[in-house]
Structure formats: structure tokens, C-alpha cells
């Protein structure tokens, strides 16, 4: 079979042991299609889009991004209430965002349908670069922790731990149920294996 990458012709190539494989492929990517739809993304491309800052922050939206000046200790901010994404479904945490502190660490919280209450149990801290002159990406698998778990409510978002002063710029955050890109000719699915099978992959190289 054959496609047009890129404005060039090249052979795809089926990395599967026998048709039933390909049929189960073929409905795993067509139901995280459909899935995926149940995600959420804010890109700030039309003002707070509902996050609200609560604690020793301010900021405004301007160019598709917040931009936060942090101004006490534990700095944070949270989503429009009532997300109601399917844990299981959305296990990817995603942020582009430049941090301009000296904290090297962001946390991000959640509170579920079943579980209202804020506390560490239900969060997750990353690592950041501190001091950054530019936006990066930064993503996890926040479903690594066991109570990310039935219907996610809300989510918090805590841009430094240590710090009560500085600033940093949000351009994106979202909430996903995988990454899927395309990289030197080979598309990728990423996906947290510990739910679910080995993942049998499409190939755009000729030699893979």
C-alpha cells in the first residue's frame, strides 16, 4: 500500500503478524479517535478560558498566552469545575509553558466526582527549567498514579513550590489519552503499555 508523505510516494508497511492483528489495530486507533474527543485543551487563544487564579497570582492573556506574576507563597491557579473526563480515557498531562523562576518544579492536583477534597495524594509534581528564556513541553503519564481514577472534576495547576516571586508564561495546557506524532518519516503511537498489550505500529520507512 502506498501514501503521499510529504509530497513524496512511500510504501507503508504493515507491522503485523496476520490480518486479525491489522483488524485489531485498525479499531484500537479508530476507538482513540473517537476517545480522544473526550479530551480537553486550553491554548489561551481567547482569554482565561475559564482558569481562574486563587492564590498569589496575577496575570493577563495576551499573543495565546497567560502570563503569571507570582506574588506570595504557594502560587496557584485552577480549571473550569465540572470536566468530567473519564480518568481511564485521558491519562496524558501536557504543558507548553515558560518559567522564568528559579523553581525547577510545577505540581498539578485533581479532584474527581467521588473525591472533592484537594490533598498530595491526588497530585503530581514535574520538573521544569528554571530561569528558561523560552516555552517548552513538558508531558507525563499522569495515570502512573492510582488515583488518577474515576471521573476527573477539576484540575490544579501550581506554577512553583519554593518561589514567591517571578513570572511565567502558559501557552498551552491539556489533557489527553496519548501523544501521537510524527517523527523522521515514522509515525508514533505513545501509550502507557501498562494498560494494554504491545502496540504493533505503522511504518513510513522503507527499511523498518
Same mark, same amino acid.
Given at each position: 500500500? !502506498?501514501?503521499? =508523505?510529504?509530497? %513524496? $510516494?512511500?510504501?507503508? !508497511?504493515?507491522?503485523?503478524?496476520?490480518?486479525?492483528?491489522?483488524?485489531?489495530?485498525?479499531?484500537?486507533?479508530?476507538?482513540?479517535?473517537?476517545? #480522544?474527543? %473526550?479530551?480537553?485543551? *486550553?491554548?489561551?487563544?481567547?482569554?482565561?478560558?475559564?482558569?481562574?487564579?486563587?492564590?498569589?497570582?496575577?496575570?493577563?492573556?495576551?499573543?495565546?498566552?497567560?502570563?503569571? @506574576?507570582?506574588?506570595?507563597?504557594?502560587?496557584?491557579?485552577?480549571?473550569?469545575? $465540572? =470536566?468530567?473526563?473519564?480518568?481511564?480515557?485521558?491519562?496524558?498531562?501536557?504543558?507548553?509553558?515558560?518559567?522564568? @523562576?528559579?523553581?525547577?518544579?510545577?505540581?498539578? &492536583?485533581?479532584?474527581?466526582?467521588?473525591?472533592?477534597?484537594?490533598?498530595?495524594? #491526588?497530585?503530581?509534581?514535574?520538573?521544569?527549567?528554571?530561569?528558561?528564556?523560552?516555552?517548552?513541553?513538558?508531558? &507525563?503519564?499522569?495515570?502512573? !498514579?492510582? @488515583?488518577?481514577?474515576?471521573?476527573?472534576?477539576?484540575?490544579?495547576?501550581?506554577?512553583?513550590?519554593?518561589?514567591?516571586?517571578?513570572?511565567?508564561?502558559?501557552?498551552?495546557?491539556?489533557?489527553?489519552? *496519548?501523544?501521537?506524532?510524527?517523527?523522521?518519516?515514522?509515525?508514533?503511537? !505513545?501509550?502507557? =503499555? @501498562?494498560?494494554?498489550?504491545?502496540?504493533?505500529?505503522?511504518?513510513?520507512?522503507?527499511?523498518?
Amino acid at each position: 500500500m !502506498k501514501t503521499i =508523505l510529504n509530497g %513524496q $510516494s512511500k510504501v507503508i !508497511k504493515l507491522k503485523m503478524l496476520n490480518m486479525k492483528s491489522f483488524f485489531v489495530l485498525a479499531l484500537f486507533s479508530f476507538m482513540s479517535i473517537l476517545v #480522544k474527543s %473526550q479530551g480537553v485543551t *486550553y491554548t489561551f487563544n481567547s482569554g482565561t478560558e475559564g482558569w481562574t487564579l486563587i492564590s498569589s497570582l496575577t496575570g493577563t492573556v495576551s499573543g495565546g498566552c497567560y502570563n503569571l @506574576t507570582i506574588n506570595g507563597a504557594d502560587p496557584y491557579m485552577v480549571s473550569p469545575s $465540572s =470536566l468530567g473526563l473519564s480518568a481511564a480515557n485521558n491519562i496524558m498531562f501536557k504543558i507548553k509553558v515558560k518559567n522564568s @523562576t528559579s523553581d525547577n518544579s510545577f505540581q498539578l &492536583f485533581w479532584i474527581t466526582n467521588s473525591d472533592g477534597t484537594w490533598n498530595q495524594q #491526588k497530585s503530581y509534581s514535574f520538573g521544569v527549567a528554571p530561569n528558561d528564556n523560552q516555552i517548552r513541553e513538558y508531558s &507525563f503519564i499522569v495515570a502512573s !498514579k492510582s @488515583t488518577w481514577s474515576g471521573t476527573i472534576k477539576q484540575i490544579r495547576l501550581d506554577p512553583g513550590n519554593t518561589i514567591t516571586s517571578g513570572s511565567v508564561q502558559i501557552d498551552e495546557i491539556a489533557i489527553v489519552p *496519548y501523544d501521537f506524532s510524527l517523527d523522521n518519516g515514522i509515525i508514533k503511537i !505513545k501509550q502507557d =503499555l @501498562t494498560r494494554g498489550g504491545a502496540i504493533n505500529y505503522i511504518s513510513a520507512s522503507s527499511n523498518t
